[in-house]
Nanobody, 134 residues
Framework: QVQLVESGGGSVQAGGSLTLACTTS????????MGWFRQAPGQDREGVAA????????YYPDSMKGRFTISRDNAKNTVYLQMNSLKPEDTAMYYC???????????????????????????WGQGTQVTVSS
């Protein structure tokens, strides 16, 4: 059974920072497109960032550029999401996901991969809550 375990969420004041971590097995992590997503109450899940673990290429949707940084530690099978200058509107459950198949979309690891993950083409973690107070 594929498992992804997120950690690092919490409550911070606006302007603060948090770093989330997502750890999974070597087989799930290797040469895969790993992504971070978030979902606020009553809203759709949206992609925040993606990284192809084999070479570290990354992708951010335009709306997420500037304050979020995705990174990886291959030795730990872990991807991170550093979040800076947090705003109350960043409050959401944050999820990590890994693509279920390795193909061209996985390799490109861009918006297409994020959309495919949301549509059902990914393994998901249980989520970690981020709450930003004003």
């Amino acid at each position: 059974q594929v498992q992804l375990v997120e950690s690092g969420g919490g409550s911070v004041q606006a302007g603060g920072s948090l770093t989330l971590a997502c750890t999974t097995s070597r087989s799930t992590y290797s040469s895969n497109c790993m992504g971070w997503f978030r979902q606020a109450p009553g809203q759709d899940r949206e992609g925040v960032a993606a990284m192809y673990t084999a070479d570290g290429r990354y992708y951010y949707p335009d709306s997420m550029k500037g304050r979020f940084t995705i990174s990886r530690d291959n030795a730990k099978n872990t991807v991170y999401l550093q979040m800076n200058s947090l705003k109350p509107e960043d409050t959401a459950m944050y999820y990590c996901a890994a693509q279920t198949s390795r193909d061209g979309a996985t390799y490109r690891c861009n918006g297409e991969a994020l959309r495919r993950a949301i549509a059902g083409g990914a393994y998901w973690g249980q989520g970690t809550q981020v709450t930003v107070s004003s």
